[in-house]
C-alpha cells in the first residue's frame, strides 16, 4: 500500500474515532429525563416557531437550531417558522388562544421580563423541570415563576443614534433633551424598557413620566426596535429608549453609521425569556427547543444570530460587556427579571401612563 492510501486510511480512521468520541461524549451529558424528552419531541415530530424576524436570528436562526439540534441531540424534527407580531401581541394572542381552549399557532412564547409575569398569573405556561434535563448547565437563577420561564439572553437597555447627524455623543437618556435633537428623535409604540425606567428600583415613577412627557415632545416618530435602518439612513436621529444593544450590531459590522449607548443614567439588565404553552401543538418539541438554548450550541447560535448570549454562563460575551461597564462606570448594574417584575406595580403602572403618552404625541 502506497504512503498516500496509507495517510488517507489513518486520516479516515482517525476522524471516525473522533466522531465515536464525541458522540459518546454527548451521549453521556444526557440525562434519563432529557433523553425521554427527546423520544417524546420525536414522536410529535415536528415544531412550530412564530415570533418576529427580529427574535432569536429570525428564520435564519430557526434554521441554525433545526440543525443542531438533530445533530447534537438526535432530534430530527420538522420545524416550522412563521413570522409574527411583536412580543407583547404575540404573549396577548396565545393567552387569549389558551383561554378559550383553542390551540397555540407556537410551541414557544418569547418575551421579555415584562410580558411573562402575566402569562405566569394567568397559568398560560408548563411548568417545567429544567435543571433536571441540563443539570451542568441550568440553575435556579436560569429559571423562574416556578419553572415556567427560561432566561435565553441578556440584553442591556439603552439608545442607537445616527453618529453622522447626532449634535453631541449621548452619554444619559437625559441627554436626549437637548433642544438640538428636538423633531429628530424616535421612540417605540410600545414604550419599550419604560417599564423598567420606572421601577422604584431605578428612576421610580414620577421621574419617569416627567422624562416621558418632556421627550415626546422631542420625537418625531415612533418605531419598532428593529427598525433600526431607519436610524442609520437619517429619517430620524435616534431611537430612545431602544429594547436592547444587540439589534444594531450587525448594521455596525457593516460600517452603517449608527452605534448604540448604554445610558449611565439607565444601567439595568432586562431578560429575554421563553416558555411552553400549556396549548403548544407539539409541547415536547416546544419543552427541547427551549432547553437547546441553553447549551453552549444553543448559546453560540444566539450570540451568532441574535448577537447576544445570557451573562450568566462562562462563556458568555454579554458577562465581558456588563464588566466592562460596571468597572467603567464603578456602578453594579440592575436586573430587571420576570420574578422582580411580579412586584414592579410602581413601573407598570408608570409603563401604562408613558405608552399613553407617546403614542398620543404620534
Same mark, same amino acid.
Do not use: H, M, R
Given at each position: 500500500m502506497d504512503m498516500k492510501r496509507t495517510r488517507g486510511l489513518s486520516s479516515l480512521? =482517525? =476522524?471516525?474515532?473522533? /466522531?465515536i468520541t464525541s458522540l459518546t461524549a454527548s451521549a453521556a451529558e444526557i440525562t434519563p429525563e432529557l433523553r425521554a424528552l427527546i423520544d417524546a419531541a420525536r414522536k410529535e415530530g415536528a415544531l412550530s416557531l412564530v415570533f418576529g424576524e427580529g427574535s432569536l436570528g429570525g428564520e435564519k436562526g430557526v434554521r441554525r437550531f433545526e440543525t443542531a439540534m438533530r445533530d447534537v441531540w438526535g432530534a430530527d424534527l420538522k420545524v416550522t417558522f412563521t413570522p409574527g407580531p411583536a412580543l407583547p401581541a404575540m404573549a396577548s394572542q396565545v393567552a387569549v388562544l389558551n383561554a378559550a381552549r383553542q390551540p397555540s399557532p407556537t410551541d414557544a412564547v418569547v418575551g421579555w421580563s415584562r410580558h411573562m409575569p402575566a402569562l405566569y398569573q394567568r397559568k398560560v405556561l408548563l411548568p417545567v423541570e429544567w435543571e433536571k434535563l441540563l443539570p451542568s448547565r441550568i440553575t435556579a437563577d436560569t429559571h423562574e415563576l416556578e419553572g415556567t420561564v427560561l432566561k435565553i439572553v441578556t440584553s442591556l437597555p439603552g439608545a442607537y443614534y445616527n453618529t453622522k447627524l447626532a449634535p453631541m455623543k449621548p452619554e444619559r437618556l437625559s441627554d436626549f433633551l437637548d433642544p438640538r435633537w428636538k423633531g429628530k428623535i424616535a421612540s417605540t409604540p410600545y414604550a419599550a424598557n419604560f417599564d423598567v425606567l420606572a421601577g422604584r428600583d431605578l428612576w421610580g415613577k414620577e421621574k419617569a413620566v416627567d422624562f416621558a412627557r418632556k421627550l415626546s415632545g422631542q420625537l418625531a416618530g415612533l418605531i419598532r426596535c428593529n427598525e433600526n435602518e431607519r436610524i442609520a439612513t437619517g429619517e430620524f436621529w435616534a431611537l430612545v429608549?431602544?429594547?436592547a444593544a444587540r439589534d444594531v450590531e450587525e448594521a455596525i459590522r457593516r460600517g452603517a453609521?449608527?452605534?448604540?449607548? #448604554?445610558?449611565?443614567?439607565?444601567?439595568?439588565?432586562?431578560? #429575554?425569556?421563553?416558555?411552553v404553552p400549556r396549548n403548544a401543538p407539539h409541547p415536547n418539541a416546544g419543552k427541547l427547543f427551549v432547553a437547546f438554548t441553553s447549551t453552549p450550541e444553543g448559546q453560540a447560535i444566539l450570540r451568532e444570530a441574535w448577537g447576544a448570549d445570557l451573562d450568566l454562563y462562562p462563556e458568555s460575551d454579554l458577562a465581558k460587556q456588563? /464588566? =466592562?461597564i460596571e468597572a467603567e462606570t464603578g456602578q453594579k448594574m440592575a436586573r430587571a427579571t420576570a420574578t422582580?417584575?411580579?412586584?414592579?406595580?410602581?413601573?407598570?403602572?408608570?409603563? #401604562?401612563?408613558i405608552n399613553t403618552i407617546l403614542t398620543k404625541s404620534k
Open positions: 480512521i =482517525a =476522524a471516525a474515532c473522533f /466522531a429608549p431602544n429594547c453609521p449608527i452605534a448604540n449607548v #448604554t445610558p449611565k443614567d439607565f444601567l439595568v439588565k432586562n431578560y #429575554t425569556y421563553l416558555g456588563v /464588566a =466592562a422582580w417584575q411580579l412586584n414592579n406595580q410602581e413601573g407598570n403602572s408608570g409603563w #401604562t401612563e
